[in-house]
């Protein structure tokens, strides 16, 4: 039944609302109109694409390529509807080798803007230039030759002001342009990629000769030295690119990039092979992030299930999981587990090298232990990029029951990660990195519950370059950094400054917390109490400041620290949730070893 205050009778809708209605299937926002325009230079074969967005791509989207261009007979015919250079027959359909092909783009935008096109080909003496207002055409003029195409969009949704209303702010819509660049310029590393904004430049990747090195431009050499090399094949499939080292896996999702034949896509399939292949691998509350590029047969895939292209659909999704699960599964347990990057700094569990590093002070203890008055173990929340609850453990449990403090005897270090140690009647394995870092996140928390979190001034500095929708993230929150002893001011126009940091803490790797920090941060909006914000920032500065594995320690520093973690209670855990200690005692022991029953 017809709704009320609609006409029963059937019609067919002007062609001007027909354009409008294709429009929102194709440009939802700017990052939309800029991905069908890069997508459109990467068809022509261009070499170089500079992309220039002002207001966040709300005044203006000037996409340039040196591709080869268009003939000036056919500058109109490329804005209307189901027009394409890419498809002849519906033959064509089953293999799509394209990035666009469907005919709907510049209409969808032109519809919805106003464009100007200047174009030119190879052999043309004079280019050509036309305005669109609206999706109506203007007169074709003639303009200077450039080789190549350059495309303004202008007044995004001028004749659509609902749709503009809707549109978040400048600076979030200005970060999904900039994830689309940098997606394509990592599909694509031998293209040249340029962007400004407002006249400022923001990215620059030169044409890189190997997928590792647009990694390296877009991601930074921290992320790249976390990763492991992914490598797998299957007849008419192909998988490689990075993934995260269990080790180095973090609470945050991103990022999860998926290329298949260089498309960005989203693939449930891919991800759940991804996560097959880890198993056990990742601890509790840790997610894979990786960049992963899928080449298949063109035959074997359909590219045209979603009006954006975000989703393809595999001929034979069970190959497809196979050989990324096993590609992944090699990667962890193989021999060659080493960094993508030859040069890398530090690493958690990796440096076995004689000279270790300072050694952190553990002197700085406590009074005495910290107990809860209730005295039950309490579990607050950490977040996931889903806004989910994470498991952030607090046991600020009973003290350690004894009449007085336990006896610690040091035995040793094993494989420079885990201690050794009889405490009191019992044989304890400790991590050494986990033990410390829960040490260092309880004096941390109760230093903030107290609002009097004191701050070390770092004797250089550590700048840390970021992109510009991080950085606008750190800015935002500075002030509330500073109560959690964290002093971080900009450093020009695309870089921080990390300038002081809590009491307490070891060296910590500036560039690597600051990733962890920017996780974090992501998340502040969704977690409305001062609390669950802290709490996670806390356990990222304990995380970086405490002792690394892979450090060799001597016997004294290994009972100081033993005796630190005893204070606080022997909490089994480190804030994140991964184990401290295995403990055993003398009762345990004894029937190990079949004593139980003997004088």
């Given at each position: 039944?017809?709704?009320?205050?609609?006409?029963?009778?059937?019609?067919?809708?002007?062609?001007?609302?027909?354009?409008?209605?294709?429009?929102?299937?194709?440009?939802?926002?700017?990052?939309?109109?800029?991905?069908?325009?890069?997508?459109?230079?990467?068809?022509?074969?261009?070499?170089?694409?500079?992309?220039?967005?002002?207001?966040?791509?709300?005044?203006?989207?000037?996409?340039?390529?040196?591709?080869?261009?268009?003939?000036?007979?056919?500058?109109?015919?490329?804005?209307?509807?189901?027009?394409?250079?890419?498809?002849?027959?519906?033959?064509?359909?089953?293999?799509?080798?394209?990035?666009?092909?469907?005919?709907?783009?510049?209409?969808?935008?032109?519809?919805?803007?106003?464009?100007?096109?200047?174009?030119?080909?190879?052999?043309?003496?004079?280019?050509?230039?036309?305005?669109?207002?609206?999706?109506?055409?203007?007169?074709?003029?003639?303009?200077?030759?450039?080789?190549?195409?350059?495309?303004?969009?202008?007044?995004?949704?001028?004749?659509?002001?609902?749709?503009?209303?809707?549109?978040?702010?400048?600076?979030?819509?200005?970060?999904?342009?900039?994830?689309?660049?940098?997606?394509?310029?990592?599909?694509?590393?031998?293209?040249?990629?340029?962007?400004?904004?407002?006249?400022?430049?923001?990215?620059?990747?030169?044409?890189?000769?190997?997928?590792?090195?647009?990694?390296?431009?877009?991601?930074?050499?921290?992320?790249?030295?976390?990763?492991?090399?992914?490598?797998?094949?299957?007849?008419?499939?192909?998988?490689?690119?990075?993934?995260?080292?269990?080790?180095?896996?973090?609470?945050?999702?991103?990022?999860?990039?998926?290329?298949?034949?260089?498309?960005?896509?989203?693939?449930?399939?891919?991800?759940?092979?991804?996560?097959?292949?880890?198993?056990?691998?990742?601890?509790?509350?840790?997610?894979?992030?990786?960049?992963?590029?899928?080449?298949?047969?063109?035959?074997?895939?359909?590219?045209?299930?979603?009006?954006?292209?975000?989703?393809?659909?595999?001929?034979?999704?069970?190959?497809?999981?196979?050989?990324?699960?096993?590609?992944?599964?090699?990667?962890?347990?193989?021999?060659?587990?080493?960094?993508?990057?030859?040069?890398?700094?530090?690493?958690e569990m990796v440096s076995m090298s004689d000279q270790a590093p300072a050694a952190p002070n553990f002197s700085a203890r406590p009074p005495g232990p910290f107990v809860d008055p209730g005295g039950d173990a309490v579990v607050h929340s950490a977040r996931s990029d889903e806004g989910a609850q994470l498991p952030l453990i607090r046991e600020d449990a009973e003290p350690y029951k004894q009449p007085t403090a336990p006896e610690i005897v040091p035995l040793g270090q094993l494989l420079r990660r885990y201690l050794v140690v009889q405490v009191g009647q019992e044989l304890h394995v400790i991590d050494q990195h986990t033990a410390h870092e829960r040490v260092l996140y309880q004096r941390l928390l109760r230093q903030w519950e107290r609002r009097a979190v004191a701050s070390q001034p770092l004797l250089i500095p550590e700048p840390v370059e970021l992109s510009p929708a991080h950085f606008a993230l750190v800015d935002r929150y500075r002030e509330d950094l500073a109560q959690l002893g964290l002093s971080i001011d900009p450093f020009g126009t695309s870089?921080?400054?990390?300038?002081?940091?809590?009491?307490?803490?070891?060296?910590?790797?500036?560039?690597?917390?600051?990733?962890?920090?920017?996780?974090?941060?992501?998340?502040?909006?969704?977690?409305?109490?001062?609390?669950?914000?802290?709490?996670?920032?806390?356990?990222?500065?304990?995380?970086?400041?405490?002792?690394?594995?892979?450090?060799?320690?001597?016997?004294?520093?290994?009972?100081?620290?033993?005796?630190?973690?005893?204070?606080?209670?022997?909490?089994?855990?480190?804030?994140?949730?991964?184990?401290?200690?295995?403990?055993?005692?003398?009762?345990?022991?004894?029937?190990?070893?079949?004593?139980?029953?003997?004088?």
């Amino acid at each position: 039944m017809p709704s009320v205050g609609c006409s029963a009778a059937i019609q067919v809708l002007p062609g001007d609302v027909v354009s409008r209605i294709a429009a929102g299937e194709v440009i939802e926002r700017p990052a939309a109109v800029v991905k069908e325009l890069i997508e459109n230079s990467l068809d022509a074969g261009s070499k170089t694409i500079t992309v220039d967005v002002k207001d966040g791509g709300l005044s203006l989207i000037r996409v340039t390529d040196d591709g080869e261009g268009i003939a000036r007979s056919e500058l109109l015919l490329a804005f209307e509807r189901h027009a394409t250079s890419k498809l002849r027959s519906d033959r064509d359909l089953a293999s799509v080798t394209s990035m666009g092909f469907r005919g709907e783009a510049l209409p969808s935008i032109a519809s919805v803007s106003k464009v100007t096109v200047s174009t030119a080909t190879g052999p043309d003496s004079i280019g050509a230039q036309a305005t669109l207002i609206g999706g109506v055409p203007g007169p074709v003029r003639d303009v200077a030759p450039v080789r190549g195409t350059r495309i303004e969009v202008a007044d995004l949704f001028f004749n659509q002001p609902a749709r503009k209303k809707f549109l978040k702010s400048e600076a979030t819509e200005f970060s999904h342009i900039t994830h689309v660049v940098q997606q394509a310029g990592l599909a694509w590393p031998s293209v040249h990629f340029r962007m400004t904004h407002n006249g400022q430049e923001i990215l620059n990747y030169p044409a890189a000769a190997e997928s590792r090195d647009r990694i390296l431009q877009v991601y930074r050499p921290v992320f790249i030295d976390r990763m492991m090399e992914i490598k797998g094949r299957v007849p008419g499939c192909a998988v490689y690119g990075v993934a995260v080292d269990p080790l180095h896996a973090k609470s945050g999702k991103q990022p999860q990039d998926l290329f298949v034949n260089r498309r960005p896509v989203k693939s449930a399939t891919v991800f759940h092979a991804v996560m097959e292949g880890y198993g056990a691998s990742l601890s509790k509350g840790r997610h894979p992030t990786f960049v992963l590029f899928l080449n298949i047969d063109s035959e074997r895939i359909d590219v045209n299930v979603h009006p954006a292209k975000r989703e393809v659909r595999f001929a034979d999704s069970e190959s497809i999981h196979r050989v990324v699960r096993h590609a992944v599964r090699h990667a962890i347990a193989g021999p060659e587990r080493v960094s993508v990057l030859e040069a890398a700094p530090e690493r958690e569990m990796v440096s076995m090298s004689d000279q270790a590093p300072a050694a952190p002070n553990f002197s700085a203890r406590p009074p005495g232990p910290f107990v809860d008055p209730g005295g039950d173990a309490v579990v607050h929340s950490a977040r996931s990029d889903e806004g989910a609850q994470l498991p952030l453990i607090r046991e600020d449990a009973e003290p350690y029951k004894q009449p007085t403090a336990p006896e610690i005897v040091p035995l040793g270090q094993l494989l420079r990660r885990y201690l050794v140690v009889q405490v009191g009647q019992e044989l304890h394995v400790i991590d050494q990195h986990t033990a410390h870092e829960r040490v260092l996140y309880q004096r941390l928390l109760r230093q903030w519950e107290r609002r009097a979190v004191a701050s070390q001034p770092l004797l250089i500095p550590e700048p840390v370059e970021l992109s510009p929708a991080h950085f606008a993230l750190v800015d935002r929150y500075r002030e509330d950094l500073a109560q959690l002893g964290l002093s971080i001011d900009p450093f020009g126009t695309s870089t921080v400054a990390i300038r002081a940091v809590p009491v307490g803490l070891g060296k910590i790797d500036a560039a690597a917390f600051t990733q962890d920090l920017l996780d974090d941060l992501a998340q502040w909006g969704r977690l409305p109490s001062l609390e669950g914000r802290a709490q996670p920032v806390l356990a990222s500065l304990a995380c970086h400041g405490a002792v690394r594995a892979g450090r060799a320690m001597g016997l004294p520093e290994i009972a100081q620290l033993v005796h630190d973690w005893v204070q606080e209670g022997l909490i089994t855990t480190c804030p994140h949730g991964r184990r401290t200690a295995f403990r055993l005692s003398a009762d345990e022991l004894d029937k190990l070893f079949g004593r139980v029953g003997w004088a």
